[in-house]
């Protein structure tokens, strides 16, 4: 991804002082997995996971289910990638910077539950940017409520999970709102060429926004910054509550363009149209190689990681499995991408380290 | 025992049934009340064992896949005719073992708990809906049912005995037990908790342990009151749990818990919910008043820190 020269092994705390500065392997040789990779490739170790899984996935699709690469099950699959990246994507910043959003199940129904209750069916243009607009608005409630109000993120945003999606359900009573709108249903299902959904061209477009937010401007040294060791980012002077709001908002206004694009895919919108959007959209960071622990992580890892969630459940379905297979499924991608990201590193599972043991916290 | 935050829980509490009562007297009904209590009590014994985990610096998540999970097995064994005692017995066997699977990856991986337990929250979830194929299982056993809704001592429904027996469990285990010490070291410093020669692992198994042994309570108590099982049993109620434990005055920066405040919190959701239907209003806003109530508590009790520690951004 990156063509600038690796640094040698830096301690940790002065890993982000420096914007050439990634943070990298302590030791510099490869080892596990990754030794077996062609020196001229280099994979992070943390996403070595979910490119393991990826390829070994893909290559047992091709022998059990070759029309797994048919056209129009490719598109299909990319589709349910941009649903799920568009909100990681947003979920990612966050998570590096050391917050969370649980409420982006809540604003997936509510956003476009607004928009269609304002703009109505007329002009699906307008329905876009007001769903969006009710994204960043409910994303900047959120963020208020954490920088003003002092209440940690996982737990403010559990609160506005349940405020937003009452509001939401109270809106349209609790029932479907019907999308007629032509432009809406084509930003659902529509696409180039028979193979690249638009859903997809707005992923790509948002995790490149993100990328360039997180590695081209200051803002991304501050909010890693701020996830990797928020009293030092507050000592040297980083204005952490313009930070918390501003990453807040953007979550939110992509959350509610998600939000948007799932509703026009379904033809309707429920506030409850994407359960456990929330914990999804967190999985797929996580699988992406994104620490919990704040401070590093990659869009491109959880682009890979929402493409590897969609082709599992593709593939589940075209191989004729029982759709509840798809929570084991889940789950089990979850435990195997980390644990083949340790091994990746180099790292053995057994016994933990000092250091490792400390990370299990949380 | 009765800190800040305990004493603010049940003025709450106080001003929640006082306004109830003025909105409608049969608020106070003892058929309204004894729900209230039920309702709460099965919500009480997950969020004890959640505020271990919380006290801990840790979550689980997989704590409504565990509910349903044990509930749902419950009911496939007592139409099998196995007597009831052992089918409770399994049930929280199976529960204990899931909570010990959850230990086992955070410890043996290294995973997150948060991941980990993400993790089993969907595969429970999987292996339930593989075993009912999504449908209800129902239980016809009123015996088990009576040992949750049943009167014990005229008034007292039985799930709050065992609700209260639970609670003093878990108090011994937590404020009088070295267990409960160390689970409060870890949470405070688990650096520090490891120089002191605590063995983090075995604790960490055991605190997973007993917060799945809560989980398949709650949920065995679930499917008794609703004599059936299904995997909507438990679904959402992790991220409920942890509401309450936070609202019960327990700080997810780990290293102390509140098990009184718990309690309280648990109570008086269970109260709103009741008063909001007594007071005939619709269903939709139960949500809105149960996030605004999170939100404004740990507002105040954000501000109130605030002004000891200015400047620092809490996260």
């Known amino acids: 991804m990156s063509n600038e020269p690796r640094p040698e092994a830096v301690p940790d705390g002065y890993a982000l002082a420096h914007e050439a500065t990634r943070p990298v392997a302590k030791a510099a040789g490869r080892q596990g997995v990754a030794s077996l990779v062609p020196a001229g490739i280099r994979i992070r170790r943390d996403r070595s996971g979910v490119w393991i899984l990826n390829v070994a996935i893909l290559i047992f699709l091709a022998?059990?289910?070759?029309?797994?690469?048919?056209?129009?099950?490719?598109?299909?699959?990319?589709?349910?990638t941009a649903i799920l990246g568009i909100g990681a994507a947003g979920m990612t910043i966050l998570i590096i910077a050391g917050a969370f959003d649980l409420s982006v199940t809540a604003i997936m129904g509510l956003a476009p539950i607004v928009g269609l209750t304002v703009a109505g069916n007329d002009s699906g243009l307008l329905v876009?940017?007001?769903?969006?607009?009710?994204?960043?608005?409910?994303?900047?409630?959120?963020?208020?409520?954490?920088?003003?109000?002092?209440?940690?993120?996982?737990?403010?945003?559990?609160?506005?999970?349940?405020?937003?999606?009452?509001?939401?359900?109270?809106?349209?009573?609790?029932?479907?709102?019907?999308?007629?709108?032509?432009?809406?249903?084509?930003?659902?299902?529509?696409?180039?060429?028979?193979?690249?959904?638009?859903?997809?061209?707005?992923?790509?477009?948002?995790?490149?926004?993100?990328?360039i937010l997180l590695r081209r401007l200051h803002i991304g040294r501050w909010i890693r910054a701020a996830g990797s060791n928020l009293r030092a980012a507050h000592v040297s002077g980083i204005d952490l509550r313009a930070i918390y709001v501003a990453i807040f908002v953007l979550s939110g206004a992509l959350t509610g363009l998600a939000g948007i694009i799932l509703t026009g895919y379904l033809a309707s919108a429920v506030a409850t149209q994407a359960p456990n959007y929330n914990l999804n959209t967190i999985a797929a960071v996580v699988v992406g190689g994104t620490s919990l622990?704040?401070?590093?992580?990659?869009?491109?890892?959880?682009v890979l990681a929402s493409w590897l969630f969609a082709v599992v459940n593709n593939g589940l379905i075209l191989l004729g499995?029982?759709?509840?297979?798809?929570?084991?499924?889940?789950?089990?991608i979850l435990v195997l991408a980390l644990a083949l990201g340790l091994l990746g590193m180099g790292g053995k599972l057994w016994p933990l380290s000092g250091r490792r043991a400390q990370r299990s916290g949380r | 025992m009765l800190g800040a935050e305990s004493a603010a829980s049940v003025i709450a509490l106080i001003a929640v049934f006082v306004i109830f009562t003025l909105l409608n007297p049969r608020f106070l009904t003892s058929l309204n009340i004894k729900g209230i209590v039920v309702s709460a009590s099965i919500s009480t014994i997950t969020g004890l064992g959640m505020t271990l985990i919380i006290a801990?610096?840790?979550?689980?998540?997989?704590?409504?896949?565990?509910?349903?999970?044990?509930?749902?097995?419950?009911?496939?064994?007592?139409?099998?005719?196995?007597?009831?005692w052992l089918v409770i017995f399994l049930g929280l066997l199976i529960g204990a073992g899931l909570g010990l699977g959850n230990g086992v990856l955070i410890v043996v991986l290294g995973l997150p708990s948060f991941v980990a337990t993400l993790a089993t929250l969907s595969m429970i979830l999987g292996g339930e809906l593989l075993i009912t194929h999504g449908e209800t299982v129902t239980i016809h056993s009123p015996e088990f049912g009576r040992l949750v809704i049943g009167d014990v001592l005229g008034y007292i429904p039985a799930a709050?005995?065992?609700?209260?027996?639970?609670?003093?469990?878990?108090?011994?285990?937590f404020y009088r037990m070295s267990f409960g010490?160390?689970?409060?070291?870890?949470?405070?410093?688990?650096?520090?908790?490891?120089?002191?020669?605590?063995?983090?692992?075995?604790?960490?198994?055991?605190?997973?342990?007993?917060?799945?042994?809560?989980?398949?309570?709650?949920?065995?108590?679930?499917?008794?009151?609703l004599q059936n099982a299904d995997s909507t049993i438990g679904a959402g109620s992790e991220l409920t749990a942890i509401a309450v434990v936070v609202i019960g005055g327990t700080s997810l920066m780990g290293g102390r818990g509140n098990l009184f405040g718990t309690v309280c919190a648990a109570v008086l959701l269970a109260s709103i919910k009741a008063g909001l239907n007594v007071a005939n209003v619709s269903s939709l806003y139960e949500d809105?008043?149960?996030g605004s109530i999170l939100i404004i508590a740990l507002m105040v009790d954000g501000l109130r820190r605030g002004t000891r520690r200015k400047g620092m951004l809490v996260v």
């Open chain 1, 63 to 80: 022998f059990a289910a070759p029309n797994f690469f048919g056209l129009g099950n490719i598109e299909a699959v990319l589709n349910d």
């Open chain 2, 288 to 290: 809105l008043v149960f």
């Open chain 2, 56 to 84: 801990m610096r840790a979550l689980d998540l997989s704590v409504g896949s565990i509910m349903g999970f044990s509930a749902i097995v419950a009911a496939q064994l007592l139409a099998a005719g196995l007597p009831l």
């Open chain 2, 160 to 173: 709050a005995l065992v609700a209260l027996v639970v609670f003093g469990i878990v108090w011994i285990v």
């Open chain 1, 321 to 332: 499995v029982n759709s509840y297979w798809q929570y084991l499924a889940t789950g089990i």
């Open chain 1, 128 to 211: 876009v940017l007001i769903s969006v607009l009710t994204g960043a608005s409910l994303g900047l409630v959120n963020g208020l409520i954490v920088t003003r109000g002092r209440v940690a993120p996982f737990v403010a945003t559990l609160g506005t999970l349940f405020v937003f999606g009452s509001i939401g359900a109270i809106i349209s009573k609790g029932n479907a709102i019907t999308v007629t709108n032509d432009l809406l249903l084509q930003l659902g299902t529509g696409d180039v060429s028979n193979i690249v959904p638009y859903s997809f061209l707005i992923l790509l477009g948002a995790c490149g926004f993100c990328h």
């Open chain 1, 293 to 302: 622990s704040g401070g590093e992580g990659t869009l491109l890892g959880t």
């Open chain 2, 181 to 225: 010490r160390h689970v409060a070291a870890i949470g405070g410093d688990i650096g520090a908790a490891i120089g002191a020669g605590i063995n983090v692992s075995r604790i960490t198994l055991g605190a997973f342990t007993l917060i799945g042994l809560c989980a398949a309570l709650s949920g065995l108590m679930t499917g008794a009151e």
